[in-house]
Nanobody, 126 residues
Framework: QVQPVESGGGLVQPGGSLTLSCEAA??????????VAWFRQAPGMDREFVAS????????YYEDSVKGRFTISRDNVKNTVFLKMLNLKPEDTAVYYC?????????????????WGQGTQVTVSS
């Protein structure tokens, strides 16, 4: 099994940028054969889909509110998936989670992902 580990969260002003990273924990299975997604959860809200990427990197999906601002990518040599976030807005404030799934892929459904990280906090505020 694979254990995702997120990093890169923090406090940023509106209009700013952050890049989140999701690595497979050392000693565990690599990400190479896993489809990976980012989800987020704001206080009092349900967890929502943000973006996902096929194990090969050839296919990506985005939630409508982040299209054109967020970019998901992966480097299978570095065993890392990235979420580059530009023009951040206060409504992007949430805990961001990385999730992984091998085999049959349902890109946007949280309950179809088998392995989850602990999350990283992103706060967008002036």
């Amino acid at each position: 099994q694979v254990q995702p580990v997120e990093s890169g969260g923090g406090l940023v002003q509106p209009g700013g940028s952050l890049t989140l990273s999701c690595e497979a924990a050392e000693g565990g299975t690599t990400f190479t054969t896993y489809n990976v997604a980012w989800f987020r959860q704001a206080p009092g809200m349900d967890r929502e889909f943000v973006a996902s990427i096929k194990y090969s990197g050839s296919i990506t999906y985005y939630e409508d509110s982040v299209k054109g601002r967020f970019t998901i990518s992966r480097d299978n040599v570095k065993n890392t998936v990235f979420l580059k976030m530009l023009n951040l807005k206060p409504e992007d404030t949430a805990v961001y989670y990385c999730a992984a799934k091998s085999g049959v892929w349902f890109p946007r459904w949280a309950d179809k992902y088998d392995y989850w990280g602990q999350g990283t906090q992103v706060t967008v505020s002036s």
